[in-house]
Each structure stands twice: as C-alpha cells, then as structure tokens.
C-alpha cells in the first residue's frame, strides 16, 4: 500500500498493490467502513464535515479485482475553511511542523500536511479492501476504545469479535460497553468544555490461524508495532500482557499447551496475546495501542516562533476542536491490523515446499 | 542488515550492506561489544560460555569499509551439550516450537532454531558497526535494565548517555543505579532458586539531531517500534510518555517550546520521547521495551505433545537456566537503535534537494 | 514511484515517493512532457486523442515539493469509443491476454488492462519529476528512434545531448537526422497501409558524473536494464557496444584511461557505453532497447479462443491502429532513464562517509 | 538472496532468505554445481585452482531446509599468489578500479574486490537451491555458450532441457554443438596465445508453466534482464529474437495460437522467448546475453595513474590470463534464471483469491 494527499490539498487515496485477482470488490465495500470513520454524535469529534466518498479508479473489472494495482482516491471536499495565516511561523506544541521544518527545510502551514490524522482516510480505504480479504480467508478483526484518560474498560474473556463489532457499532466512542461509553463520553465531554484534550488506548483482536508471521525480524508482533506505530499520536504498542508481562514469573506467563473442545491443540491462558517467536498460535490476537492527547488545544499555550520569538498561541480553532483523536483512530486500529494480517497470510503461502493444505 | 545462523548450528552471523566506505573498522571494534552481552556475574544470566569472536569476512580493506558488504562470522563454540532428546515432540509452554511446527511443517528440536536468543549476537555484532558510523555524525545511545519484576529505576532527568555509559558497564545488570541494581539482582537470585524466570524492561536513551525519521508509514517511532519487536520475547514498545500518554490531557502533555541556553530552539519536557510526527526533534530519543520471563522454567509444567498426549515437563536443564534474559537484551536494545540510527541518517542525506548543511 | 490504472479506465497515474523537498515544481513541468508522446504527424502514431493533462493532487505547496508523496493523476478523456466485444474470448496473438488469463484466472477485455502503452503516460508524468531533479544536479539524458525495421540512425560522436534535444524534437518520429527521419516515415507509411506493424529500436543517451551505481547487483547496467524491459513490447536492451561486443577482442574493446582537455581522468573510445563494474565512468551513458512491433496488426490472423476453437481475427480497428508503437516508447524511453538516474544520485550521497565533494 | 565477499577475502558466500521449508538439500547439491564452474580444460579457463566446497552453516536440519534463512560459505583457498603491487594506482583500461575510486573515495587494489568474478560463486551455489526447488515444481533450466567471436551456435527447434543438458556439460566449453565447441575452443585458443581476450553470449532455456511473471514493473523479463545484466561483463540481454525484432513485421513477429497435439492452448512460433506483457505462456523462456571480452590481457596497454601520469600496463599475469570468461558465466547465467524463477513461482502463489489449482 502506499497513500498519498494531504489534509487540506484536493484529494487523498492509496495505491494497494498485490491484492490478489478475484476479489469481490465496490465502492459500498470501502464507503462503508469510510462512514465509520465519522461516529454519530458530535459532540466527541472534530465537527468538520467529511462525507468521504471513494472512487476505485482502477484494478476492478465486472465487480472483481483483476490483480492490478487498485487505486482508491477520496477527495477533500470540506478544506481549507480555517485559516492558519494566525499561526503562520510559529512551532507548535506537540505538533509536526517543526519537526518537518528542520528534516525538510520548509513548513507547510495548511493543516498539519501529510502529518494530519485526515491521512488515515487512505488507510482505511485500503484496509476495506484487505477485511474483504481476510472475510474470504475466514478471518476476523475487531478494533474498540479501551481507555479514555482515567477510564478503562477491559474485555471478558471469551468473547468473540462478531459479538464485539455489533457492540461496537453501537457505541458512540466505539467501545463494546455501554456504561464505560457512558462514563467515556463524559470524560471527553469535559476535556472539551475545558478547551482540552485528552489520551485515548485502542485494543484490536482478531481471529487467525496459527502460522502467520516470520520468526525473526518481520516478527507478526514487530509487523503489527510498526503498522500501528505508524498512525499519527500512537505512542506505545503492546501485545497480550506487553508491559505487565515485565512483572511476572514465568510460571505465571507462560500459557500452558491443552487439547481444546474440538480435540485442537490450543493454550489455557493467552497472556502471550496469540503470538509465540513471532509466529500466530491460533489463540485471538490481541494487541493495544497508546495515543496520546491531541496537541490542538483551545487552551493558549507558551512557544516559539522562527525568529526565535517567544509567542502565545491557541492552536484549536473553537469550531474543529477534537477532544478525544483516538475515536477515529479506532477504524483505522483496525485498518491497519486487517492490512498487516493480510500480507502476512499471502506470505505464508510461500512458507513450505508445497501448498499448506 | 541480514542475519542467518541458529543457536545450536555451526555459526551466527550477520551481512551489512549499505555501509558507507571510509570507515574506520576492526574486529576488536566488534568484539567489544560481543563482550558486553557477557555480564560478570555468572549467577544472573545462563551460564553458558559463549566467548563469541567474529572475524570480518568481507567489506574491509587496510581497515577501513571499502563500501561492499561487511560480513561477520561468529562460530558457535559451546553447543549442544545438552540433549534435548526428553523433550522432543512436547509443546513448550511459551515457546516457539509450536508455532513453527504450524507455519514450516517441521520442527528443529535443538535449541531454539532461529527463535533461539542466540541469534540475536548477529545483531550486536551489526550494532556495533552502526555505533562506529553513529559516532562518526556525534551520535549517542545507551541502554539499561530500567525494571526487573517490581522493581523500578528511573533516570534522572538531565543526566547524559556519557554519564550514563560509565554506570552501566559498571553494574552486573545493566541497571546505572548501584542501589537499584542490588535491588535487581536479589529478586533475580530469588527468581532463579524458585527455578523460576522474570519480566523486565530495557530503557534506551539517544541523542540525536533533529530532522531523522519519515512523516508517514516509516516514521522514526515505528521503525525504532518494529526493531526492538523483533527481538526475542519482546512485548511491548512506547516511546518517552507511552502508555501513560493515554491518561494525559494535552495542556499537560504537549512539550512547549522554548529557547534552550545556546538559543536554540528545545523543549521544556520532552513527553514526546524525542519525535514529533514521527521525525526527531532534537531531544533526546526515549524508549522502554517489555521482556516477558523466559519461557525455559526448572518448575514442572502441564503441556501436549504432537501425540495430542497431556505431558509434564521440566523446560531447562538445571545447568542452562536463565532466569532473566532481559539482561541480555540490553546490549540488544542498543545495537538495533544504532542500527535503526543509522539508517535514519543515510535517508536523511535524501530529504532535500541538496545535501543539508 | 508506483503507477496504478488500466487504459479504458478512469485514470492513469503515478505516486512519486522519495522526491527531496524544495524542487520547484509545477503541472505544466510535467504537460510538457506529456505533450511529447504525442507527435505532430498522425500518419505515424495512433490517431487517439489523448490531450493528457496531469493534476498534482499533492505533495507541492508554494511551487516546490514538501518530501511528501507526490500524487500525478492524469484522467482518460478519450476511452472505450471501440468494442472489443467482436474478439471477446479470443487469445490475441502477441497480445498478453493469454497470459493474464493464466495467471490471474480472469481477462480484462478492454483494451490491454494493465499492458497496454496507455500505462506508459504515468512513466513519463514521473520521469518529468525525474528530469527537473536531475537539472539541478547537471545531468542531462535524451532518447531518440535510432532504427525501425531495416532503417538505422548511428549518432555521431561528441555530439552532445543538448544538440541531440532540439533535433529529435523536429522530427515527427524523434529521430535528430533528417534524411534518417524521411526514411523512416516511409517505412512505418509502408507498414501502415499494408495493414501491418513494424519494430524498431530507441536510442537513449546521459551526461551523468563518475560513481554513480552500485558494483554487485544493482548496477547501473542492471538497474537501467530492468527499467527499460519493464516498457511494453521491450524485448531487447544492450549498453555500449552491446551485442557486439560479443564479436570483440580485448584489446580493441577495452576503453583506455586518457587525460582529456580538462586534465580530466577520461577514456578514449566508450564501447563500455559508460559503465564499468556497475558504476558510471563520468563517459556519456549510452543504451539502446530494442521493441518488437506492436501485435495489433489490421491483417487477418488465425488463433485459438477460450472454447478451444479455431478462429480468425483482425486484433486492430481501421481507426486505432498504430504502425510503430516504439515512436511513443522514446520519451518513456527517457523517463525511465531520468528516474533510474535521481535514484542511483539519491543513492549515492549515502556511498561514503561524509558527503561527497 | 544476499552475497558478500572479495575475491582476495577470506571467504565468499551467500544468505538465502526465503526458501520454503521442507526441500531435501545437502551440500553435495551445492558442490556439484560449483564442480560446473570448472571446466575440463585447462586451456580454456583460469587456471587458478578453485576447488571450491560450500558449508552450509544454517538453516538445514536433518537434510531438510526448515525455512530459516541458509547461509552458505565457501573459503577461499587460492588467493593471493599475484602480486597487485605492481599495478598499484594505475587505472586498468575496462576494469572497475576507476569507477570504486570515483564512488568510495578509495580502491581495494587486491584482485577485482566485489566486482570479481570470484563473486559469482556465491550466486552458484544460491542457485544451486533455486534449481532443487524448481525440480520439485517440474522447472528445468539450462544455459550454454551459443558465440565466441564470431563462432556462432544456433540451438535447433523442439530440443528439450534434458536432451540439451547432456551435451552441455560434455563440452569443455559448455556449448551443445561438438563441431561448434570445437570451433569455439580454436578461437579461444588464438586469443589466448595472442595474449588477448574474447567476447561470447550465453544463451538460457527454461521450461515453465504459463502465468508466471507480473504485468508492470515486475515483468518476467525484466527480472530476467535485471538479474542477468548485474553478472560481470554482460553487456546486453534479449528475449527470444530480441534485437532481431526491431526489423520485423508484426504479421511474421506474433506468436499464432493453436492447440498443440495434447489439446493445450499453445504458440507456433516462439519469437517472444516465452513472456507476452510480462508473463510467461509456456512456451521455453529463451534468452540470450552478451558478454564483453575480459579486461585483463596480457597485451601492453595504455593508461593513466592517480597522479595523472600516462603508463603502460599489463593486466594479466602470464599465469592468469583467462581468455574468455565467458564460459565460466555460463552456469552463473544457469543460476540466475533459477533464482529469478524460483522468486516468480513463490509469487504466483499470491497471485489469485485461492491457490492455483
């Protein structure tokens, strides 16, 4: 895959290349999981009106995928209302420009540029095409808010995802409990009110068979951190126990091997998140994102601008002000775990002599 | 960078192409930091006498890189002197056999084949000519044991990777402070008499120029992500605030910026980690990675054998026991940010239209 | 750079990545290459329309490149005016909808999908990015006709590429000699009218410093071989003396090392065609591709079709046939030229330990 | 596949990522091929003693490759003996030290460093697990010496691999033809007691199943093209007739489709060389590539040195004049068809929703 457009230029899209031929494929497949991008109340996201609509401009002929590269092209159609002239040359708080500024030698002030979360649209337009995929594979991936600065909610263990995702549908905040959304929502309610944001942790589980994954370095648990690493504000990735496995015993951590109901070779716990050396084990992935507070505030906060002024700035502008970012970076969680899933199991196509039966 | 070699085969090794020529290379260069995965103290890690040397095979001419791959060739020494024949064909618990067995068909039952730790020599090895390179452009890293079980050590804030180094090559756990270092060890030694293993995490510290890293899909957060989850029982990846990010509201989290003493433009904090739209700012790097205990326990454990039989085995002979294998991954942690590092900076050679002065 | 649609589709085009930021650059740059694939004479060339024009749909703001992906759409104005409805079915002699039926299970009836020249726009779109690179580095590089059927044009030598650019833009079929032009016109009528096609061979010639490429697998001999074949219909590439040098004795081959006017390390003759051991010698880089004639010939021809019944066809409509295919081949010719040039001078500021001088 | 190594190194090798699990491979495989790079008489080749044997060091367990990456090694015994000094600082007509100094900054005057011929006996032995590979899959692949000087042999039409393959290594000179080796072996002869050295082609047939190859970029020939032209001194490459295409009518050129006498979909001719818009169609893949006469002759030249001095060298010690290098890249051409193929079967693989049936 490979994306391109920025927030506030004419349009965004990817270019999937390998996606094999035959796929059933349309438009609604991609605009429906677009429209998810943009949760039903208000009130926790950006107001800005993205009505995305894909365009397949090539790779599909009668309804299936021919094998060429699909390209997917949104169009920005909501831009540009704000000016960012008030701001011009000041480094701002959290934000890329001048990070941008010293690799690049310019600052390009309209939006955040390719460092905008309006990027992630691309994203989960390809990985519409990749779920498509996956379905034919039998395989299955659900992403939900888990953590809302103080609030956690923590999935029961054996659920699955198809009775994850109807819940999470239903949730304003994407979040398969109804009163932890509650107290979400509230949480993100009064960040707003005080002109500020808030961090946000996104779990993503999915149903796979074991033997997906490369032993050393393209690891499914290093492919997966440098895919969700990859989304704007994603500070800390973990897998299974990830970071509450530092303060365990290995008696404790280690899921012991069982035969399952079906007679299947399965593990009684699955502290390890359904990864071992890199490889699936058939038990649910389960993996967490952390992201951070988005950094446009209402609130004015102290910088500096490149004439090596001190300034005072107010980053959000009252009207597109989003409180709570990792919202909408719970489709796009999922996105990027359905494309990661997805070249991973092409490749294991090329694992053994012959076919895997 | 390409590593091949299992742990109970003739020789490790790792190929590096893409080195610049001209620099200044010896063996003993990489030897060095062979040593350093060889902590004093025998009862803290296996003891196994691994007294790696590597011989540079290719790419050096009157010592210095001639531009052509480097290839370093550590032989294996101390193999196979335990007979894993009383576990063969037994799922272990938190370990990979299983997992290969499903993707490749087959299973080696000597060591750990490729998952083995051992492989991750080629690695330090690699890093060691990527630290010489770094050194060259006035770039620093180090890592440390910052956590064993529940024990915590935090860095203070100010304090230099220089200042750091001398410490840590100093204590038999990688940790740069004496007390906690103490604190460390006797939790280990109570691991290891239990016949039991430990969690840990490594910090690592760079310092940096800003301008490295890529906006999008290789942002400099999801490279360093995906290297340091490539290593063995990795578990989970954040960067400066990581997962506490998530419970931060931005007035808070957001790094102001300010001009430092030399009138250059820093941060107050540096919540961020040291990258900003996933490019370095110029503050330092900051990452934690996530060990879970190894999986090689004395305590008997329940598991299946390919039979579908209900088996108990005893995982590591009581001579090879490991009770913390973070600490090796300490000199791992570094070797894979200063191969990471340096891969930035040749990229950023390519940023602009000409090179940046 | 990756290039996506297919000729009856919506839209040609290509995402540019790793372009440095500050180029100045703007559509026009690149109409104006476009503008060269369409000669003046139609006699020569297929009588479509393509009034192609390019949209930057991102990664330039202010008119200079930001290091972001560049987006180049280029939308099909004037498609599916014919049917191919009569040959549905058909395998097509020399045409590859045979062979994608074989590997993707399915054909695309409409025009050559993915094979067809039309790709090629979205080549020279990039390679326009391509050459404005390269301007500012000095380096130089044009393409011209230099046979077509049994009609041959050998450049003289010391004549520059600049003196070559203004005579292969006189010519309706890029050839810099005039008589050779007139001849060649007359072969490609004569083809024409008989209702047949006819091959032909593209010249391409650059100015480029010493040092450019690497010596073991990514020469720039392979590097620019893999390029060129990748053009549709390529069937043969050779450097310098090429083939010929199959016939030569050592001693007559070899380019001695001399002193030029300069005082400049320089050689003699150029049978090398400007490489050695991979790497440019700093003598002009000179290729010629040779391209079969294009199989959509308006004479009957017998094959086979998907019942496994024999058939006649006549694979070119009256109105879209297109004589000699390898006319439109010469500015992609100089597009994959231009962009395998930027990559191996991007590459290059990575060779040595500091920049080179 | 990475190689690495000097020809005046300790050893050469070369790491094979990628190769499926579960293929029977010992090193008698390898050493086989490597046997093939030396051919019976003396006169014809190098006489440096290379009696090469390859270590495969991992990535095979009890003679089964368990898809871990392979590292082979080969030492280098017969290193050395010449002296270099003499030539030290001198730029060698034809020869690569010119272009390493203009690229690195510095010249490794010990043999050809990486651009020795030496190098390609790591791609030997690579090649040699592409072809067990490919056995299993029914791929044949074999190359010959189809010109010397003006020598030339023309394979006959409907000759098989296998009955090919028999003649090959019959010949000292690894061409097909008893009477054409022998013509062949004369010429070689009058070169080398001239001092001089001679140019060849190699010509290379695979027989393939239709489909593999991909349409754009990817093409089968380019990957053929680019495999072949990064071999040292191959000057050019051409599929089926190639060059000879440029001079003929599309109603001779296209390949008729008909229905051979097992009822299969098939070509009368073979003018593509088996690929049509990339892929191939089952007919044998033919391709040829030419190789430039040897630089090293012991015939006086002319030169310049560093100090920009006119000299006179002799390349070649008496000793090690090989007059015709080409026949020792006859099995290196053999070995990078395997490769490349073996690469296009693992694709194919992803090629489509299901597995190919």
Same mark, same amino acid.
């Given at each position: 895959m490979t994306t391109f457009g920025e927030s506030h230029g004419a349009a965004m899209g990817a270019v999937v290349d390998g996606c094999p031929a035959g796929l059933y494929l349309n438009e609604e497949d991609i605009n429906q999981e677009l429209r =998810? =991008? =943009? &949760?039903?109340?208000?009130a926790y996201t950006s107001p800005r009106k993205e009505e995305d609509e894909v365009k397949i401009l090539s790779g599909v002929f009668e309804g299936r995928t021919t094998g060429a590269p699909l390209m997917l092209l949104i169009e920005n159609r909501d831009k540009d209302s704000f000016s960012y002239q008030s701001i011009r040359g000041i480094y701002r708080p959290g934000h890329a420009n001048f990070t941008y500024l010293m690799k690049y030698g310019l600052m390009d002030e309209r939006g955040g540029g390719r460092a905008s979360a309006r990027e992630t649209v691309a994203r989960v337009a390809a990985g519409a095409v990749a779920k498509k995929f996956l379905q034919e594979q039998g395989i299955l991936c659900c992403a939900f808010l888990s953590q809302v600065g103080e609030i956690f909610f923590q999935e029961q263990k054996g659920v699955t995802v198809e009775m994850l995702q109807k819940k999470i549908y239903a949730s304003a905040v994407f979040c398969p409990d109804e009163e932890a959304s509650q107290r979400m929502m509230q949480e993100i309610e009064k960040a707003k009110i005080e002109g500020d944001s808030i961090g946000a942790c996104v779990t993503c589980i999915a149903q796979v068979p074991a033997g997906l994954g490369d032993p050393v370095y393209d690891k499914l648990s290093a492919r997966l951190g440098f895919a969700m690493l990859s !989304? &704007? /504000? /994603?500070?800390g990735f973990e897998m299974g126990r990830g970071f509450q496995s530092a303060g365990m015993r290995g008696s404790c951590y280690n899921d012991g091997f069982i035969l399952n109901d079906q007679g299947q070779v399965s593990t009684k716990t699955n502290h390890a998140g359904g990864v071992l050396g890199g490889i699936s084990t058939g038990m649910p992935l389960t993996i967490r994102v952390a992201f951070k507070p /988005?950094?446009? !505030? =209402?609130l004015e906060q102290e910088s500096v601008n490149d004439k090596k002024e001190k300034v005072k700035l107010r980053m959000a502008p009252s009207g597109r002000h989003d409180p709570c970012v990792a919202i909408r970076a719970v489709p796009v969680v999922e996105a990027m775990m359905a494309l990661t899933l997805a070249d991973a199991v092409l490749l294991q196509r090329c694992a053994t002599l012959k076919y895997p039966s």
């Open positions: =998810r =991008r =943009r &949760p039903g109340y208000s !989304i &704007p /504000a /994603a500070k /988005a950094s446009g !505030i =209402r």
